[in-house]
């Protein structure tokens, strides 16, 4: 198998894999978009909330906010804190967001969550946790694309939502790929 990149800049890479067959390419798709990880919200504890929106609501879309990740290894079990503590009337957005962890940050400030009225208040923690696509797709870090022209040539895309960049994506999925294949090849030697 043979990879050549076309092109690539920190949102998107588009590459073409030579010598290799269509499930190995679908198997690169789906780690990709389903088993890299990033953090994401995951709880959030609501101590005032006088809007007109349900605190599930608001919930949800802190969940749905892409979240920087750091470079390098993160322990599974790591969180970080988010709070939100806003009274003044107009939209709030992600740069509202106070994190416990500089790296780890929105990937925009200007992801509207809420728009709230005079006199009305909001204050939240939320924790962000790591997960996978897997699990919700709250975790999923980006879209994954490929056709073929032959059975032996295919023409990938990747574009990242902006957690880390296209080629990290690629790089985390195929690390992953290998170290299930390892697993495997460890069960059948027992």
């Known amino acids: 198998m043979k990879l050549e990149i076309i092109s690539e800049n ?40 006088n809007t007109s929106f349900f605190d599930e609501f608001i919930a949800h879309r802190l969940g749905l906010i892409p979240l920087k990740m750091p470079k390098g290894k993160i322990r599974k079990d790591y969180e970080v804190l988010f709070l939100l ?5 107009g939209t709030i957005y992600s740069g509202n967001l106070k ?11 200007k992801i509207p969550i809420i728009k709230i009225k005079d ?17 919700h797709a709250k975790w999923q870090p980006g879209i994954v694309s490929y056709s073929y022209d032959n059975e032996n ?4 895309t990747i574009e990242s939502f902006g957690q880390m960049e296209a080629k990290e994506i690629l790089k985390r999925a195929l690390e992953k790929i290998k170290e299930d294949a390892k697993e495997i090849s460890e069960i059948e030697e027992k």
């Open 119 to 135: 006199g009305q208040s909001i204050k939240l923690e939320a924790k962000a946790v790591l997960g996978c696509a897997a699990e």
């Open 85 to 89: 503590d806003c009274s003044e009337g």
């Open 153 to 156: 040539e295919v023409h990938f």
């Open 10 to 49: 920190d949102k998107e890479i588009k590459f073409v894999l030579k010598e290799t067959t269509i499930s190995f390419a679908n198997m690169i798709r789906r780690y990709a978009i389903s088993r890299v990880e990033t953090f994401a919200i995951e709880d959030v504890t609501i101590y005032e909330n």
């Open 99 to 109: 994190s416990s962890d500089k790296e780890i940050v929105p990937v925009s400030d």
